[in-house]
């Protein structure tokens, strides 16, 4: 059964600092990988979405990268600002299945 | 053009009611897919529709769930004899085609509060 883990599940951090989010996931047999970002109240937005074939993902300030052979994932986000503030969760597409499995997401705190 | 919308925003209802929460696609998206966050907690899938017919309902949790989507377009998904622990935020999503590549979008949310 694939499970998602992300740690740390919270995070804080002075802005203009460059950061690391981290997914791990345990079976390595997926489709696709999804970077997603969540505000309070708000629904689920759709960051990168990295495919098994690629390696890395790039939109503006941040870059995904997937490393399936080891069940990895991270995300970069450069230059943080306060706006950065939010819930990061990963998801992937597991072999043979199109439903996403879900990480619990990074609560990330850009600090003015 | 217009995303995914859900109605209502937040529900509040007590045990042991009847209660809908609904989602309007985009426009054009063939599968549509729900949801049900619990508090610090990722999202669990429940059900998935490609069109009209429920290609996948084995995430939902018992038979007090279901959910309908009648003319391959808006859904609805019905909750019976609602419980306390049922209280989450329903999300629903879309993708133009469904399967394993297609981006999924999302709505909002419906809060839904079991008292």
């Known amino acids: 059964k694939q499970e998602v883990t992300q740690i740390p599940a919270a995070l804080s951090v002075p802005e203009g600092e460059n950061l690391v989010l981290n997914c791990s996931f345990t079976d390595s047999a997926i489709y696709n990988l999804q970077w997603f970002r969540q505000d309070p109240g708000k629904g689920l937005t759709s960051l990168l979405l990295i495919q098994s074939s690629q390696r890395e993902q790039t939109s503006g300030r941040l870059n995904a990268s997937l490393d399936k052979s080891s069940g990895r994932s991270t995300l970069y986000i450069a230059a943080s600002q306060p706006g950065d503030s939010a819930t990061y969760l990963c998801a992937v597409s597991p072999n043979s299945n199109y439903q996403l499995i879900w990480g619990a997401g990074t609560k990330l705190i850009i600090k003015p | 053009g217009a995303g995914v919308s859900q109605t209502p925003s937040n529900k509040v209802t007590e045990k042991g009611k009847y209660v809908e929460l609904r989602c309007d696609p985009i426009?054009?998206?063939?599968?549509l897919y729900w949801y049900r966050q619990s508090l610090g907690q990722g999202p669990e899938f429940l059900i998935y529709f490609q069109g009209t017919g429920a290609a996948d309902d084995s995430g939902l949790p018992n038979d007090r769930f279901f959910a309908v989507r009648p003319e391959g377009s808006v859904s609805t998904l019905k909750i019976q004899r609602t419980e306390r622990g049922d209280s989450a935020v329903y999300l629903c999503a879309s993708s133009r085609t469904g399967g394993l590549v297609n981006e999924q979008f999302f709505g909002p949310g419906t809060r839904l509060t079991v008292l």
């Open positions: 426009s054009g998206h063939t599968a």
